[in-house]
T-cell receptor, first 107, second 114 residues
């Protein structure tokens, strides 16, 4: 099946800092989504972005499908951004998750 | 539009008991997936329904797990008998059939086996 790698695995930031999370995938995909798992365990859909760039407030995402990667940008981070960020990709296979990036934002 | 709902939100059972998790997908979504996250590790695929048919159950860990989707609507995931390693968060997701259809996740069921 498709391989999904996320980096970095862990990230610690001070409030107000910016960060970039990366998702690499091993095959062409039809769908790509970024999720945030909050401290309560809920999976919150951030972006549905099989290609191109999208922005939602302090968050933005870019997927370069031809080069098989996606980036999630978090600007002016807040403590509420803490949690685990997952990307999930779907090509000819069932949607597959990366291992996630665990983000801690300190006040 | 109502989202994907899962019940119960939490379940604590003893080893050897049976637990049944339920998922109600978004109305009209033919695809239904079950996933599991164990002890803070990665989110692992369990199985995939299209309507009432199991399309892929390659992720089901063993025959103690049984999933059904009656009439292509809601789905249940039964664990019988439960073991300690079954503890984790079980997520259900649904999507419309076809490409370019995002996954919508429920809030998950946190299962603790003691």
């Amino acid at each position: 099946g498709i391989q999904v790698e996320q980096s970095p695995p862990d990230l610690i930031l001070q409030e107000g800092a910016n960060s970039t999370l990366r998702c690499n995938f091993s095959d062409s995909v039809n769908n790509l989504q970024w999720f945030h798992q909050n401290p309560w365990g809920q999976l919150i859909n951030l972006f549905y972005i099989p290609s191109g760039t999208k922005q939602n407030g302090r968050l933005s995402a870019t997927t370069v499908a031809t080069e098989r990667y996606s980036l999630l940008y978090i600007s002016s981070s807040q403590t509420t951004d803490s949690g685990v960020y997952f990307c999930a990709v779907e090509g000819s296979y069932i949607p597959t998750f990366g291992r996630g990036t665990s983000l801690i934002v300190h006040p | 539009e109502a989202g994907v709902t899962q019940f119960p939100s939490h379940s604590v059972i003893e080893k050897g008991q049976t637990v049944t998790l339920r998922c109600d997908p978004i109305s009209g979504h033919d695809n239904l997936y079950w996933y599991r996250r164990v002890m803070g590790k990665e989110i692992k695929f369990l199985l995939h329904f299209v309507k009432e048919s199991k399309q892929d159950e390659s992720g089901m860990p063993n025959n103690r797990f049984l999933a059904e989707r009656t009439g292509g609507t809601y789905s249940t995931l039964k664990v019988q008998p439960a073991e300690l390693e079954d503890s984790g968060v079980y997520f259900c997701a649904s999507s419309q059939f076809g490409d370019n259809s995002p996954l919508h996740f429920g809030n998950g069921t946190r299962l603790t086996v003691t």
